[in-house]
């Protein structure tokens, strides 16, 4: 397995173009993935009672076939709290994307990010999809198109030999706040040239998802409109996948590789961050407890603030342990901060000044936990607290 | 009813005091309550796993009587993470005190607040403790000595007739972040002269702390120290109070009226702060449903990085009821913000701008929601998130 340079159309016979259509100023607002072939496919949805009129649409389509050949996103506007007319142009975006690539409305899903409260300007959305290519597109505009206030494109490509065959998986993102100033939402789609029915599709998506997207934090608030969608087209021409072989194996771990890798850009990319926080916790008594544990541990804004300012507050990790809610024993517990132990057995330990500062000054800092109490394992991401977090969610103005 | 100006020591019997001993640079660090009389008591503590040695101390104070005849409480060293010589220190802290008080052990409560994993220097204790007055002392140095980021002292003193006597009841409280940079915790101590069972004064007590100090939230960091403590010495000389009676109801509105006074003080001091937000939720399905809609409200960093930034974004606030959990239908919700509606039955409506403007400029900001699924109601106090919180948290160094 290894990464290669790509877009979300590296594998075979997946395309994807992205336009401006006037929903945002002047970048990138709509643009979507396409596939000649049919294609196995598989999403997982926002756990938010408040739900997004195109995830109702979405999930709609998939419900038929659990097939999808096209994927339209817009940016700038969620389409949520829209009521009735919010789904009738959920349902438009389908149809008008359905219609310029000669498929049946439920082969499309649609996504969309942005503002709450606000109608789609139809006209601005039709011009769009108009203007975008199936075949002839650039899929790096795709990328571009989807983004808020994120800084930076999130893309990753991996390549794999599955049954004899090359198999390709490209993932790409958004989502900066978890949600940002009304502009909602976390978004990530998948493409893959491989061959595997959507039941297996949909039980590593939800098994990954869960140990990657929902393990990132940037302001512990959950959107109305977050969805993680796969398409496995299978141009590959591998032998159908099957469960517990070793083909099953590389192409969960391609999956995991690809979520992971999305899951801490988005991190990374958090609004106002200065550095990513990856948080290990290690023999826990269940894996939902280590994840639980680590989650919490990331998403204290004590901790994130800490991180902020350079400063190894193991108290406030400690804190967030004690009340997330996992079994533990405090007289038990090792903290160590990068390479620097800073709590052993539950009493503060002396550790290298100046190795700490070093430590604390890089873009990535590790916090790992062990527990001692069992032999389960969790990590989260997060990122830091930061003057610039508070400017963005302050100063946006609705 | 009604709230008088007066101390801790105001209820007849009880004597306070508060002295600099060395823990902080300059400021009064550590202070007592007395009771010339036993006095019936009841404590409610932090649900955090990790607790600190001062909690097991009282715990086990309280155990043996429910009675108590001081509180003894230091700043600036919370004593927590600190093992079997933090458990040590606090016993000691507890005989000092019962020593010179001329008690037997179990009747003096121990308190700490401050940062964690750090001993407490007990030859600046035991001079403390020296220095206390017994019955001459100065009450607000109390007030003063519990204090540790806040920027301001936090009471009320109520009176009432109780049974054709006057019954006094005075609170005191301390918490600026819920938990500052590892300077840990919400305090909080209340006295009356009223002669109530300790039986009921825990059913009481328990039930308003989880109406008001459990309804606040200022960065969702919930402390490893936090501690309630409520005496009742009797010499207001009212015939004990019984349940279900008149007597008893005044009683419990006194005690409403301090623990959700001294609640919203220290939302308003919350670390940064520049408002006091207020969410009420109405017409939920349970009590429970309310109060856990209002506090994720209050307690969404977009919510209060939206109220910094007097920005009318109502779209974060239904996010954050949709991750709540609560039960709602998105359709049938109406927001308030102020006097002005922003949703009506789950979609947008226009408000007055300039009015909006003026209810976001105030120092106090009202939510309300209305549900309209139920007939339960509750309330949240919090604070907005501010360039001041970043820079007390991250600039503060452990």
Known sequence: MKIIDGTIASPKGFYADGVHCGLKKKKKDIGWIYSEKKAQAAAVYTTNQVKGAPLLVTKEALGVAHQLQAVLVNSAVANTCTGETGIEDAYQMQRLAADKLGLENHQVAVASTGVIGKHLPMEKVTMGIEALSMKSGNAQNFHEAILTTDLVTKEICLSAMIGGKKVTMSGVAKGSGMIHPNMATMLSFITTDANIPYQLLEKLLKKKVDETFNQITVDGDTSTNDMVVVLA?????????????????????????????????????????????????????????????????????????????????WGRIICAIGYSEGTFDPSLLDIFIGTQQVLQDGLPCDFHQTNMQKILAQDTVSIQVDLKVGTSQGVAWGCDLTYKYVEINACYHT
Chains 1, 2 share one sequence.
């Open 233 to 313: 087209n299978g141009c590959a021409e591998n032998k159908e996948i099957v469960e517990d072989t070793p083909e099953y194996e590389t192409f969960s771990q391609m999956l995991r590789m690809v979520t992971e890798d999305l899951a801490k850009k988005i991190a990374r990319d958090g609004e106002g961050a200065t550095k990513l926080i990856e948080v290990s916790v290690n023999h826990a008594a269940t894996e939902s407890d280590a994840k639980k544990i680590a989650k919490k541990i990331v998403g204290s804004s004590l901790v994130k603030s800490a991180m902020f300012g350079e400063d190894p507050n």
